[in-house]
């Protein structure tokens, strides 16, 4: 996926708040990039603008091809359900359901037939098969997030987005999520796009993203240790203030 001169400003006139100033970038499949910066400096509009939950007000936003700019409401809320898959930080399972019912929701919601084996095979690849008929609150904090990760790679996406995916879990926890989304970036070819505020988690990534004042200001190829993403962040942190 792509980001051409990508802008986004908040409210008119006066009032205006430009979150996203001309960012262009490319996320290409089979590749696990974390999107990091100051508060404010842009991360959450730029993840919510380049997967079609917001518009952007310049700029294109491009996936498998096609201008999201140019969808309609309908062929965007199709292209998002079956091309765009999303983990968030506070796991969003819905409780009455099963592992195994919500992963397959996003197919049920596509209007898609339901193979067991499907959402099965989904499971076991986020190390779950023992869990299909637990509900979330029989489950730890890492199993909810692989369930989420299994639903969101359930339609087989081009790219996911993954909110402070380890924000709400512990450190050893966070590194069996973290390492396995680097594994499913690989073994799917998916473009996996992580806003996160904590080093460690970024050092995953095949790229660091930094963000400021809306701009993209580096793009950091990996590896990357943890002290240098938190000595980059400390940089620009200061320079914020
Ligand atoms: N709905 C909105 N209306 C007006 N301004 C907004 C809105 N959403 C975000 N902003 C502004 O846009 C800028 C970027 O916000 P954004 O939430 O993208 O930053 P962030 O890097 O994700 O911050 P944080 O790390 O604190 O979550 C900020 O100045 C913010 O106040």
């Known amino acids: 996926m792509h980001l051409q001169a990508v802008h986004k400003t908040y409210g008119t006139a006066r009032q205006a708040v430009t979150a996203l100033d001309g960012v262009t970038v490319d996320f290409p499949s089979g590749t696990f990039t974390a999107v990091m910066g100051p508060s404010g400096s842009g991360k959450s509009t730029l993840l919510h603008c380049a997967a079609g939950l917001d518009r952007v007000t310049g700029g294109s936003v491009i996936i498998d091809g096609r201008d999201l700019g140019t969808l309609g ?8 359900r079956e091309r765009v898959g999303f983990v968030f930080q506070a796991f969003n399972l819905v409780s009455a359901l099963t592992a195994e019912q919500n992963v397959s929701l996003p197919l049920r ?24 008929g637990h509900r979330p609150s029989q489950l730890s904090g890492g199993e909810q997030q692989r369930v989420a990760i ?6 087989r996406p ?8 380890t924000g709400a879990l512990d ?5 069996h999520v973290l390492g ?3 594994d499913l970036v690989t073994r799917h ?9 904590d080093p460690v988690a970024a050092s995953y990534a095949d790229r660091v993203l930094f ?3 809306g701009k993209l200001i580096e793009e950091v190829p990996g590896p990357v240790t943890p002290e240098d993403v938190a000595a980059r962040m400390a940089g620009l942190e200061a320079s914020a203030s």
């Open 73 to 80: 409401q309908t062929e965007l809320t199709l292209l998002r």
């Open 109 to 132: 919601l596509a209007g898609r037939r339901v193979e067991s084996a499907e959402v099965r095979q989904a499971l076991a690849e986020v190390g779950l098969s023992g869990r299909a």
């Open 150 to 155: 299994a639903r969101a790679l359930i339609t």
């Open 158 to 165: 081009a790219v996911v987005f993954a909110d402070e995916p």
């Open 171 to 175: 450190i050893k926890t966070s590194r």
């Open 180 to 182: 396995l989304l680097r």
């Open 189 to 197: 070819e998916l473009a996996v796009i992580m806003v996160t505020h």
């Open 211 to 213: 963000l400021a004042d």
